[in-house]
T-cell receptor, first 117, second 109 residues
Framework: GAVVSQHPSWVICKSGTSVKIECRSL??????MFWYRQFPKQSLMLMAT?????????EQGVEKDKFLINHASLTLSTLTVTSAHPEDSSFYIC?????????????FGPGTRLTVL | GQNIDQPTEMTATEGAIVQINCTYQ??????LFWYQQHAGEAPTFLSY??LDGLEEKGRFSSFLSRSKGYSYLLLKELQMKDSASYLC??????????WGAGTKLIIKP
């Protein structure tokens, strides 16, 4: 079954409003979670690394003040798109990482489709 | 429940051909994706199939049979740089992505 959930699964909002997306690790306490965005039929673009109890690490070109990330607990990270505009419409996917003995595994959430009118 | 199955690991030889299978059981179907992911990097989009049949893109091809809930990714003329994890993901009726656990492909000289 799913090990990472996201809420909401889809959201439509007006331009200028803020939208919060939740990402939950269902079976594992994740100190690190990742946020991606994806445009249709394109690769996932890493936006930021969410660190529990500390500030997120943003990728180059991603506006920290626009995409607010909070990782207040080991099972929940939130991404808030502030003052959303139509160009922010995208598919947002979170993931968590699990280190294994021989190989690491990344578990992806089902995604949140954001449409900004 | 919803489920995506793909082999955990495969090994192949440089220059050869390898087929990575993916079977799925989901509530509805709005397409199947294949991604390539190198360690420490974000997944790279490889293909999207929504209709039955084979789609070829250079050395990579992807096949879909909706009636069988089955897809495969075919990699030809394998190169060492093809060593990576290959993720199969299905978009269900709610346009949510259901992810497979990934297949780690090891290429040997």
């Amino acid at each position: 079954g799913a090990v990472v959930s996201q809420h909401p699964s889809w959201v439509i909002c007006k331009s200028g409003t803020s939208v919060k997306i939740e990402c939950r690790s269902l079976d594992f306490q994740a100190t690190t979670m990742f946020w991606y965005r994806q445009f249709p039929k394109q690769s996932l673009m890493l936006m930021a690394t969410s660190n529990e109890g500390s500030k997120a690490t943003y990728e180059q070109g991603v506006e920290k003040d626009k995409f607010l990330i909070n990782h207040a607990s080991l099972t929940l990270s939130t991404l808030t798109v502030t003052s959303a505009h139509p160009e922010d419409s995208s598919f947002y996917i979170c993931s968590r990482h699990e280190a294994g003995k021989e190989t690491d595994t990344q578990y992806f959430g089902p995604g949140t489709r954001l449409t900004v009118l | 429940g919803q489920n995506i199955d793909q082999p955990t690991e495969m090994t192949a030889t440089e220059g050869a051909i390898v087929q990575i299978n993916c079977t799925y059981q989901t509530s509805g179907f709005n397409g199947l994706f294949w991604y390539q992911q190198h360690a420490g990097e974000a997944p790279t989009f490889l293909s999207y199939n929504v209709l039955d049949g084979l789609e070829e893109k250079g050395r990579f091809s992807s096949f879909l049979s909706r009636s069988k809930g089955y897809s495969y990714l075919l990699l030809k003329e394998l190169q060492m740089k093809d060593s990576a994890s290959y993720l199969c993901a299905v978009m269900d009726s709610n346009y949510q992505l259901i992810w497979g656990a990934g297949t780690k492909l090891i290429i040997k000289p």
